[in-house]
């Protein structure tokens, strides 16, 4: 078939990939460049960590994550270029003036393992735990969770590996040059068999409920930082966490800013962030600042995912608000189920929101 798919970011890579290897003709529309700069899945810390996320979201976002965890390794073994990925657990810490919070997230976790008995159960902490997971944090905190399985890969790594993938496939790669669902006829003569809408925010136009969730993103070089797993700190006001990328390469960020401003980071976010992370370990204080990115996610109402049609042979996929890389994984079977059977076992499985608006 000859398929198009509108948006390179995260999930239109991951589908044309997909589709391509499948045998599929694939064209492909991105109104930036091959970089994804302007691309959400930029501005990430592509943390995999389903029972971590919990606090915030439903249990069918942690069954499409710990889908994900699995999916992972085998989707970045079909590239040809290497991206770092890991599944060294989570670590989670908190300051003494902010145990309160830290045991409503405990409870948290506590009921999302009752709710999916599959999951590993955290650990508690204390002082001597933490210092034995991560040596470096020496006696700085008296308590921690951890939560075992929990993963991440490097974002950068992944896109670029992808771009090339999508080069050695063949695809044909339409940079700078937007387009929506409306430009094409699917089945007419001369049209594609089907178009696939991944565009994000992009797509606005066309399903106005979707938001924006401002990501404020920091990438840090501090060789003399020694945490190998990712970590989360309890704030009273949104998630901070701290992302080991290999080579002394930390990725700083909180994901949970209610607003569609892409302006430049604040000062107030920048210090708050830089000072969460001195908070953590003292070897943050002579990092060098590689990068300040702010970025929106498409987000619907309920914070949830959905997959609709536009028409027999269109389908828009959308609405990964902060869950991006925890979930493509299965929103990908989920549409390669839809688009070879049409229907999906697997979204079922996820409570999955998928609409039909041809009718």
């Not at 003036?97 to 999302?112: N, S």
């Not at 944090?137 to 992808?162: I, K, T, V, Y």
């Not at 430009?183 to 066309?206: H, I, K, T």
């Amino acid at each position: 078939m000859n398929i198009v798919i509108l948006g390179a970011g995260l999930m239109g890579r991951l589908l044309a990939c997909q589709l391509a290897r499948a045998g599929h003709s694939l064209e492909l529309f991105d109104a930036g460049g091959p970089e994804a700069l302007n691309s959400a899945a930029r501005a990430a810390a592509a943390m995999l960590a389903p029972l971590a996320e919990s606090a915030i979201t439903e249990t069918s976002v942690v069954q499409m994550g710990v889908h994900g965890l699995k999916r992972w390794p085998e989707l970045i073994a079909q590239l040809d270029e290497p991206v770092f990925f890991q599944q060294e657990g989570t670590l989670v810490l908190w300051h003494r003036q902010d145990v309160g919070e830290a045991e409503r997230f405990a409870r948290q976790m506590d009921a999302t393992c009752l709710a999916l008995p599959s999951l590993p159960s955290p650990q508690r902490l204390d002082a001597e735990g933490v210092a034995q997971l991560e040596p470096s944090l020496g006696s700085r905190f008296a308590q921690g969770l951890f939560l075992p399985g929990e993963g991440q890969l490097d974002n950068h790594q992944l896109l670029a590996a992808m771009l090339h993938q999508l080069q050695r496939l063949n695809i044909k790669l339409n940079w700078d040059s937007p387009r929506s669902p409306s430009d094409f006829a699917p089945g007419n003569p001369g049209q594609p068999d089907w178009v696939f809408d991944c565009r994000g925010l992009g797509a606005r136009e066309q399903w106005p409920v979707l938001r924006g969730v401002r990501g404020e993103i920091i990438t840090l070089q501090a060789p003399e930082v020694k945490l190998t797993r990712p970590t989360r700190l309890i704030h009273p006001r949104y998630p901070i966490y701290i992302a080991p990328k290999g080579d002394g390469i930390f990725v700083l960020g909180a994901t949970e800013i209610e607003s569609d401003d892409r302006s430049p980071m604040s000062v107030r976010s920048t210090l708050e962030l830089l000072s969460a992370a001195y908070s953590i370990d003292s070897g943050f204080a002579e990092a060098r600042i590689l990068d300040l990115v702010t970025q929106c996610r498409p987000a619907l109402p309920d914070n949830l995912p959905s997959i609709r049609r536009l028409g027999e042979r269109v389908m828009q996929i959308n609405g990964l608000y902060r869950h991006g890389y925890l979930i493509a994984p299965a929103l990908l079977d989920v549409v390669m189920e839809l688009f070879t059977a049409n229907t999906s076992p697997l979204a079922s499985t996820f409570s999955l929101s998928l609409q039909d608006l041809q009718h």
